[in-house]
């Protein structure tokens, strides 16, 4: 017998049950972007939100919202360590006000206290892309200061040794091909709406 129609003989457009799915999922938790710069997280997770009736919350601007300063800016007036001190704080406070998308800066998942903060506020999706599109886009823009004078290519390979075995760790990887960022978005739902959310940990 056919399910699909509630008492009232009307059914809900299978978007929203799919919309629905995933928010009871979700909890207050957060889906929550990660992997290199270039590989699309904030392009992808300000399109995703809306398709999931989510806030969007972009971590390296709420950095640089909560500094007064840009990236580049805290880099260089107070050095890296400085920096990912306040983005794992950040990232920390954005989790308890969940659940939204939040896209994460390409460094962040390194810290071991922001990957628990994670495991236990939401649901890492790792957003892979091949060497190239990273490369190029990243070249696009000279907005990153771990870029900046340096051979983009070589930079990015270096941090992807050190940084792939651990993005590898996320809850769910997607691989970002060069196709348009929609593509991309429906492929997370996609993934989302068949993936088997844990319970939420009692707090
Ligand atoms: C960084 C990536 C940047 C930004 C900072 C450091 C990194 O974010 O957080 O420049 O360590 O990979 P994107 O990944 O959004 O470029």
């Known amino acids: 017998m056919m399910m699909r129609f509630a008492a009232g003989g009307k059914s809900d457009p299978p978007e929203a049950s799919v919309e629905r799915r995933i928010r009871d999922g979700l909890g207050d938790r957060s889906i929550v972007l990660v992997g290199m710069p270039g590989c699309g997280k904030s392009a992808i997770g300000r399109r995703l939100a809306p398709r ?3 806030p969007f919350v972009d971590a390296d601007d709420e950095i640089e919202r909560a500094a007064g300063k840009t990236i580049r800016e805290i880099f260089e007036d107070h050095g890296e360590p400085y920096f990912r001190a306040g983005e794992v704080r950040v990232i920390a406070r954005l989790l308890n006000a969940g659940p939204q998308v939040v896209a994460t800066g390409g460094g962040s998942f390194m810290s071991e206290d922001t990957r628990n903060n994670i495991r236990n506020s939401g649901i890492s999706i790792w957003v892979n892309a ?9 070249s696009k823009r000279s907005t990153r200061p771990l870029f900046e004078g ?25 691989e970002s091909r060069d196709v348009p960022h929609e593509v991309m978005v429906e492929e997370i739902i996609k993934v989302l709406s068949a993936y088997p959310f844990p319970a939420q940990p009692a707090v």
């Open 52 to 54: 999931l009736n989510l």
């Open 130 to 138: 091949e060497l190239p599109v990273l490369v190029r886009r990243v």
């Open 150 to 174: 340096r051979d983009v290519t070589a930079v990015m390979k270096e941090l992807m040794e050190i940084r792939y075995p651990v993005f590898a760790t996320a809850d769910i990887i997607v």
